[in-house]
């Protein structure tokens, strides 16, 4: 079995300060994940993912994302916020070894996050 | 949204009624998923489909129906046997089902039962 767990429903941080949203993950493998934002009534947008090798991985809209083996952790980071970057973010895993269906991707809730003027 | 189009945008159900949503890509993927987002739960996997004519349930299956007949059509039927239908239905697509290709989405519909 294999699950996301994203701690926080809400992140606030001032615009032009760095941001983490936060991603946890258990499967039984070696994970491959992803990250996607959803702006309201949208559907989701693709960010950026880890299959393997470089544990920093860079995405879109000058996102990246920071793999953690030990921690079993996926955060993902910005170093400097926009409001435009406000949105539901998603975290997903699939165990490399996974096919589709109910052993495919699994998401997490989501995180809420908000950039203040 | 990457190629998918969804339709309708809004959708109005009535009880006892069946409802199909329609979803189509133009990528040439041959992978496709329906998904239900409810507030607070993510996203949950109803339907997937690896090629035409092939299709198999995901987590929440029960009073839903989809169809295969073309690579670029996946539509999705939400039948009178959906007890709690009202969400936000979710359409995506990729290369193939390998765990490390990402998914494209379309911009959903939004199902409300009167």
């Known amino acids: 079995a294999q699950s996301v767990a994203q701690p926080e429903d809400q992140v606030n941080v001032a615009e032009g300060n760095p941001l983490t949203v936060k991603c946890t993950y258990s499967?039984?493998?070696?994970?491959?994940l992803f990250w996607y934002v959803q702006y309201p009534n949208r559907g989701l947008q693709f960010l950026l993912k880890y299959i393997t090798g470089d544990n920093l991985v860079k995405g879109s809209y000058g996102f990246e994302a920071e793999f953690n083996k030990s921690q079993t952790s996926f955060h993902l980071k910005k170093p400097s916020a926009l409001v435009s970057d406000s949105a539901l973010y998603f975290c997903?895993?699939?165990?490399?070894?996974?096919?589709?269906?109910?052993?495919?991707?699994?998401f997490g809730k989501g995180t809420h996050l908000i950039i203040q003027p | 949204d990457g190629g998918i189009t969804q339709s309708p945008k809004y959708l109005f159900r009535k009880e006892g009624q069946n409802v199909t949503l329609s979803c189509e890509q133009n990528?040439?993927?041959?992978?496709m998923y329906w998904y239900r987002q409810d507030p607070g739960q993510g996203l949950r996997l109803i339907y997937y489909?690896?090629?035409?004519?092939?299709?198999q349930k995901g987590d929440i299956a029960e009073g839903y129906s989809v169809s295969r007949e073309k690579k670029e059509s996946f539509p999705l039927t939400v039948t009178s046997a959906q007890k709690n239908p009202t969400a936000f239905y979710l359409c995506?697509?990729?290369?193939?089902?390998?765990?490390?290709?990402?998914?494209?989405f379309g911009p959903g519909t939004r199902l409300t039962v009167l």
């Open positions: 995506a697509s990729s290369i193939g089902l390998a765990p490390y290709n990402e998914q494209f």
């Open positions: 489909s690896q090629i035409v004519n092939d299709f």
């Open positions: 997903a895993v699939r165990d490399i070894y996974s096919g589709g269906g109910a052993d495919g991707l699994t």
């Open positions: 499967v039984s493998g070696n994970p491959y």
């Open positions: 990528l040439n993927h041959d992978a």
